[in-house]
Antibody
Framework: EVQLVESGGGLVQPGGSLRLSCAAS????????MSWVRQAPGKGLEWVAY????????KYVDSVKGRFTISRDNAKNSLYLQMNSLRAEDTAVYYCARDRSRFYYWGQGTLVTVSS | QSALTQPASVSGSPGQSITISCTGT?????????VSWYQQHPGKAPKLMIYEVSNRPSGVPDRFSGSKSGNTASLTISGLQAEDEADYYCCSYTSTKTVIFGGGTKLTVL
C-alpha cells in the first residue's frame, strides 16, 4: 500500500525557517517525480514545487523561488521542503504528492502557520 | 501565473448531470494533454478523478468523464449522487514546466 506521511509543520514567526519531510513507502520511491502542493485555510490548491527522480531537475512556483528548496533522499525514501524567509501568506496545509502533474497519491498534509 | 478559471460553484439534483469548466491558455490547458481533475471533501486530501484529459484511474466511477476543447477542459459528472458533493479542482502542466491549479468549484447536490 502506498503511503506518504508528512511531518515538520508547526507555528513559526515571519522570517523564520521550517523543514518539512515526507516519508514514502509502498512503492519504488526513486522511480517517481515528487511534488509539494499547499492549500491555505479556506482556499484552493497551489502547486509549490517538484523534483525529478534523481534530483537533477527541480521547479518552483514563482512565489517561493529563492526561499524554498525541494530535495530528496532516495536511500531514505524521503522528500523534503526547506522553507526559509517564511511569510504570513505561506500559511497552509502542505501536502506531498507522487508524480509531477498526475497526483494519484497524496499524504494527509502538515499544517504550517506563519504568525507572530 | 494566474490560476486556471473555474466557476466558483455549480449545483444539481440527484440523477442529473453537471459539467465543470476549466479555462486556461494555449500555454497550459490548450497546449498539453496533461490536464487532471481532483475531488476534495472537507478536511480530506484531494483525490485524483481524471488524468491526461479523459482517463479515469481505477476505482473512479465511470459517471466521471473529462474532455478538452481548445483552451478549456471540462469535467462531467452524470447520475449525480449525494457523495459527489465536494470541491473540484482542475490542474494542468504548463509551457514553463510548472504546474497550475484552477481556483476550485464547489459542487452542491440539491
Amino acid at each position: 500500500e502506498v503511503q506518504l506521511v508528512e511531518s515538520g509543520g508547526g507555528l513559526v514567526q515571519p522570517g523564520g525557517s521550517l523543514r518539512l519531510s515526507c516519508a514514502a513507502s509502498g512503492f519504488t520511491f526513486s522511480s517517481y517525480w515528487m511534488s509539494w502542493v499547499r492549500q491555505a485555510p479556506g482556499k484552493g490548491l497551489e502547486w509549490v514545487a517538484y523534483i525529478k527522480e534523481d534530483g537533477s531537475e527541480k521547479k518552483y512556483v514563482d512565489s517561493v523561488k529563492g526561499r524554498f528548496t525541494i530535495s530528496r533522499d532516495n536511500a531514505k525514501n524521503s522528500l523534503y521542503l526547506q522553507m526559509n524567509s517564511l511569510r504570513a501568506e505561506d500559511t497552509a496545509v502542505y501536502y506531498c504528492a507522487r508524480d509531477r502533474s498526475r497526483f494519484y497519491y497524496w499524504g494527509q498534509g502538515t499544517l504550517v502557520t506563519v504568525s507572530s | 501565473q494566474s490560476a486556471l478559471t473555474q466557476p466558483a460553484s455549480v449545483s444539481g439534483s440527484p440523477g442529473q448531470s453537471i459539467t465543470i469548466s476549466c479555462t486556461g491558455t494555449s500555454s497550459d490547458v490548450g497546449g498539453y494533454n496533461y490536464v487532471s481533475w481532483y475531488q476534495q471533501h472537507p478536511g480530506k486530501a484531494p483525490k485524483l478523478m481524471i488524468y491526461e484529459v479523459s482517463n479515469r484511474p481505477s476505482g473512479v466511477p465511470d459517471r466521471f468523464s473529462g474532455s478538452k476543447s481548445g483552451n478549456t477542459a471540462s469535467l462531467t459528472i452524470s447520475g449525480l449522487q449525494a457523495e459527489d458533493e465536494a470541491d473540484y479542482y482542475c490542474c494542468s502542466y504548463t509551457s514553463t514546466k510548472t504546474v497550475i491549479f484552477g481556483g476550485g468549484t464547489k459542487l452542491t447536490v440539491l
